[in-house]
């Protein structure tokens, strides 16, 4: 079972959860618990750090953000032993759950669950686990695992103790075919293919962070997205409740060509004016951009008119915007170009579905429903089962709610 930061946002609520987690032990069942911090603490936490220093070291910054899981762990361990469970809280370094030394964004390696399973035997004790955080077994220092990490944490967690099912309780009832926040009508998917939802996650839709769904494709972990607003004690422990199921693409009867719809503001844009059109150009921009350990997403280049110059235009993370600049005016004599011009008011919208790879044209609809509404497409790129376009971020909802009822979801 794994709580987010909403429903564990001060002491009531971590004793909603404390119910929620005692109804399944009641029903027979042994449960790890994965608690995020409460809500807005990681927020404010990190805003310290930029305030002590806005370029300060990475381990220490682990080292204060690591803490807000610390708390709610410790506090729903509390909480569960006055209604009488058996519990006690685990922080990453004490499992240990044993990550890379990426801080900031480290990966899990490998988590032990011996310990944990031998405790659900002899003493039918609930593990209460800090999510978000690990331990770099090398350097023995903190690490945490990227915003939302800590889906990844339960994700891995169950793997590990080879649970049955992974449950991820959140402040929506479900994975809906857009965020519920900006399409009120948007509908929530009963089940949804790993692979969907792993684009759905990586496009924008913040419900779960990507590399949990990575994480569940990979040991087939079932992962259940659900309410942690729902009364405990209405539920049937045994039943199944609303929530989505997120799960391999066989168990999905009924395919849609469109399943979800997705949105990132996160992106700025740069275009590269009258760029020397002559082979070994493309790599002298990207080139330098990948040491700077900048991701470029979406990259469009004209066909030069005059066979000597041509425009090329790319996204990265609007976080990297201004060193993305650098790096290119840096790099300007060794590639070639006139201006660079760029963006921060952008946004990338996304259609996801495994049934385009059978059905051709999906797109095109969506081309001429934002020209009806006058909107703008600025870049293009797809895949096999999605695509994505770049537009004027001022847009963004209209064209999510556009495309949302284009494809037949608000039905
Ligand atoms: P938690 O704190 O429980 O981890 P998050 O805020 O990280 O919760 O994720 C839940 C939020 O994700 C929802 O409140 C919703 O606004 C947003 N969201 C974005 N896209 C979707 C989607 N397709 N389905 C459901 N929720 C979505
Ligand atoms: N508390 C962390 C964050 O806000 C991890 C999480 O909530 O999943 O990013
Ligand atoms: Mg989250």
């Known amino acids: 079972m794994k709580f987010g930061g909403t429903s564990v946002a001060d002491v009531d609520r971590i004793r909603n959860v404390a119910r929620h987690v ?30 002590a220093s806005p370029l300060h070291d990475a381990r220490e910054y682990d080292v204060v953000v690591a803490s807000g899981e610390q708390v709610t762990s410790g506090l729903l361990a509390i909480t569960l032993q006055s209604l009488g469970v058996t519990a006690r809280s685990w922080q990453g370094w004490q499992i240990p759950i044993s990550t890379s030394n990426a801080h900031g964004a480290a990966r899990i390696l490998d988590i032990d669950g011996a310990e944990l399973v031998r405790r659900f035997e002899e003493r039918k004790e609930v593990a209460v686990i800090s999510g978000f955080q690990g331990i770099c077994r090398e350097t023995g220092r903190i690490t945490t695992l990227g915003r939302g ?24 009832d479900g994975v809906y075919t857009t965020d519920p926040r900006v399409v009120p009508r948007a509908r929530r998917m009963d089940k949804i293919a790993f692979e969907e939802m792993l684009e759905l996650a990586s496009l924008g839709a913040k419900v779960l962070q990507v590399r949990s769904v990575e994480l569940g494709m990979v040991h087939n972990v079932r992962v259940f997205v659900r309410s942690s607003f729902d009364k405990p004690e209405d539920i049937d422990p045994h039943g199944m409740p609303p929530g989505t199921l997120i799960c391999n693409e066989e168990e999905i009867v009924e395919q849609q060509v469109v399943t979800g719809i997705a949105f990132s503001k996160d992106e ?17 921009i990207f080139g330098p ?24 235009t790319f996204t990265v993370p609007a976080a990297d915007y201004e060193r993305a600049a650098k790096v290119l005016a840096d790099s300007r004599a060794r590639i070639g170009y006139e201006r660079l011009d760029g963006a921060n008011d952008v946004a990338k919208v996304s259609v996801i579905g495994i049934g385009m790879r059978s059905h051709a044209g999906v797109a095109a609809q969506a081309f001429k429903a934002l020209a009806e509404r006058g909107i703008n497409i600025r870049a293009i790129t797809t895949s096999e089962i999605k695509f994505s376009l770049l537009i004027e971020a001022a847009y963004t909802e209209l064209a999510v709610r556009t495309l949302h009822s284009l494809y037949g979801l608000d039905k």
């Open 22 to 51: 005692k109804r399944e032990v009641d029903a027979g069942h042994d449960v790890a618990v994965v608690v995020s911090a409460m809500a807005g603490k990681t927020n404010e936490l990190v805003g310290w750090c930029r305030e």
């Open 149 to 172: 990490g800590s889906d990844t944490s339960a994700v891995a967690v169950a793997a590990a103790i080879r649970a049955d099912r992974c449950d991820i309780y959140t402040d929506v």
């Open 268 to 284: 700025a844009q740069i275009s590269i004016r009258r760029v020397q059109d002559k082979p070994g150009v493309a790599a002298a």
């Open 289 to 312: 951009l990948a040491e700077a350990n900048i991701n470029v997403d979406m990259i469009v280049q004209n066909v030069s008119g005059d066979g000597a110059t041509t425009d090329l």
